[in-house]
């Protein structure tokens, strides 16, 4: 398979200056030669964090590098390789890691992270370069939409689920119906795991129920249920739920603790969508000596995480399409930040990058 190379590509980049931001399209310049382990990326779609959007504005805790190039979730097309990548192949549909300093249990530990679309330029663009040690093979059976949702809300569903080393998981609790709540529920009902997922929305509710199966998933109001604790009880027959994705932040974890079984029970903390403060006492921490459980901040994953959950998606045979909410165009990259930012979505933004 060839491609032919262009000098140029398109970009976006973010501006500078008062909040919010937005983005600008830019014109960036490839390199003249590629490096000996250098892949050259044609990237085919492009999928949104919230992360993505907090940045311009002003809800994002890290600092990011000024006019950077956005995102980090893409699935791409390998176009040209260094004359010592092994790996990988023009052709190949691949990925880049989130964390380029976090390659696995063994790489990384002393090293600050190294994030896409953050502390280095993302994948909002036409093409990108990488070193062939930051990608992964993607799943063929998926659609480039579906592909590009992986890298950062995929590996974060399933670090937060543990990668399934559980024993014998029964049910998790997730809050939202954004990109990660809708990438563990699929994991869940992949591994046979019993997924119940919040929102107050009844319309999104119902959307999720419409699309998956009435009796597939279980659904919790939170504005409407006063007593969430023991509609969670009802719901797994008393029993609590092993793992509760936590995508809002500080405030709830006293809650979140209480919905978890009696013994053993992970809250996974992977988002700040209502901030950062929470109304509640130190005290409420003790809660998690009774129940022998563990309170775990997740901050995506590793390759090597990466990695796992893409056997998984291949051996379960996952498809992804249920994730996917509405696919904008390239170049209406802005009006697709605006519609994320609305949260108006159930599941995942995705900017097409290429016609096919």
């Keep these: 398979m060839s491609t032919t190379i262009p000098s140029t590509y398109k970009a976006f980049r973010r501006t500078t200056g008062d909040l919010p931001r937005t983005i600008l399209p830019s014109t960036e310049h490839l390199p003249h030669e590629l490096g000996p382990h250098d892949v050259l990326l044609k990237i085919h779609a492009v999928s949104l964090n919230f992360r993505d959007v907090g940045m311009l504005h002003g809800r994002y805790p890290v600092d990011v590098i000024e006019r950077g190039i956005p995102c980090s979730d893409a699935a791409a097309e390998v176009a040209a390789t260094g004359s ?56 063929r059976h998926l659609s480039w939409e579906e592909a590009a949702t992986i890298p950062c809300a995929g590996v974060t569903a399933w670090t937060a689920l543990d990668g399934l080393k559980a024993a014998a998981p029964r049910s998790a609790l997730l809050q939202g119906t954004g990109g990660v709540s809708l990438f563990a529920l699929l994991i869940c009902l992949a591994a046979g795991i019993q997924p119940i997922i919040t929102s107050s929305s009844d319309k999104k509710l119902e959307d999720i129920r419409n699309q998956l199966g009435p009796d597939v998933v279980r659904t919790i109001n939170y504005r409407t249920v006063s007593d969430q604790a023991a509609e969670v009880q009802r719901l797994t027959n008393g029993k609590g739920v092993d793992f509760v994705v936590n995508n809002t932040g500080p405030a709830s974890i006293p809650q979140d603790i209480s919905f978890l079984r009696q013994r053993g029970g992970l809250v996974s903390l992977v988002g700040f969508l209502e901030g950062f403060g929470g109304d509640w006492q130190p005290s409420a921490m003790m809660a998690l000596m009774s129940k022998f459980a563990k309170l775990k901040g997740i901050a995506v994953g590793s390759k090597q995480d990466y990695v796992s959950l893409i056997q998984f998606l291949v051996d379960k045979k996952v498809s992804l399409a249920p994730l996917v909410d509405r696919v904008f165009a390239f170049d209406e990259s802005p009006a697709a930040f605006d519609y994320l930012y609305s949260g108006s979505h159930v599941g995942k933004v995705i900017i097409k990058m290429q016609q096919d």
């Design 84 to 139: 010592a990548v092994k790996d990988f192949t023009v052709g190949d549909h691949v990925s880049v890691v989130f964390d380029l300093n976090n390659l696995g249990p063994e790489d990384g530990d002393d090293e600050p992270p190294r994030v896409l679309g953050g502390d280095v330029d993302g994948t909002l663009a036409e093409y990108a370069v990488f070193e062939d040690k930051y990608l992964v093979q993607l799943p």
